[in-house]
């Protein structure tokens, strides 16, 4: 009696693994070409030019003292005028972003002997303390002229500008419709070329895509860009791009 049930038990088995549901099980099937069909997969790129209307920088103040607290409180009165500066040149609040705040302290030289070895501990002789803020620039035709204001403002610190499109939606989606045409474009040049035809879009993917550009020191100082003119800055254009990989199927004509 306990061979039977042992047997029975065996046998429905494959009645219970046909009964998983049917959610439980993903199958990845790739797209069907037609009997004497080919595939070929093309990569191309697509581009749109914009001229910016954003310049995002850093501005910032560093300070040194005796100690921490001196050079900090330094710091923080430069950095609120600097602050200042900046909302009286029309940056809004909404485009101000404190990016770094530090102390640190400052070592002094350590005295070196005749073999070219030093001698003792590094002695703290002083504290620096850093403020920056990271601003967007949305007027650039005034871009120089905030520059030098927060020069002499206080800030000895301003790098950038990483030149940006405040809504590059438009801009991208234009580079991509001209990927995808360049890439239909030389799927038909392939497809002539060896006698054939593209008769659709098996898949289509994308990579890569604008960034903005990355900033560039911009200036460094302590008071010395007290030009009377402001200093001149070049926008000019920004490339944005798409790059797709398609995937066509081809047949006989």
Do not use: C
């Not at 060896?194 to 560039?216: N, Y």
């Amino acid at each position: 009696m306990k061979r039977l049930i042992l047997a029975a038990s065996i046998a429905a088995l494959p009645l219970a693994a046909l009964a998983v549901p049917a959610h439980a099980q993903s199958v990845q099937t790739a797209p069907v070409v037609s009997p004497g069909a080919t595939v070929l997969t093309v990569q191309a790129e697509g581009r749109t030019t914009r001229v910016p209307d954003l310049a995002v920088f850093s501005a910032g103040v560093t300070s040194e003292g005796k100690t921490a607290s001196e050079a900090l409180a330094a710091n923080a009165r430069a950095m609120n005028a600097t602050l200042s500066a900046l909302k009286a040149s029309g940056v809004a609040a909404r485009d101000m972003q404190t990016s770094n705040l530090s102390v640190s302290p400052v070592y002094g030289q350590q005295k070196r002997l005749p073999d070219g070895s030093t001698e003792g501990d590094p002695v703290i002789v002083g504290y620096r303390a850093t403020n920056q803020v990271q601003v967007k620039q949305r007027d650039l035709a005034r871009y120089g002229q905030v520059i030098d204001t927060l020069v002499k403002a206080g800030a000895n610190e301003v790098n950038g500008p990483s030149f940006q499109l405040d809504k590059p939606d438009v801009a991208q989606d234009e580079a991509r419709v001209d990927a995808v045409s360049k890439a239909r474009a030389r799927a038909e040049l392939y497809a002539r070329a060896a006698g054939l035809k593209v008769v659709r879009i098996l898949t289509i993917s994308e990579t890569g895509g604008w960034s903005p550009q990355p900033p560039m020191l911009y200036a460094r100082a302590d008071k010395m860009m007290m030009s009377a003119a402001p200093s001149p800055v070049a926008a000019g254009e920004l490339d944005v791009s798409a790059s797709v990989t398609i995937t066509f199927e081809l047949a006989p004509q």
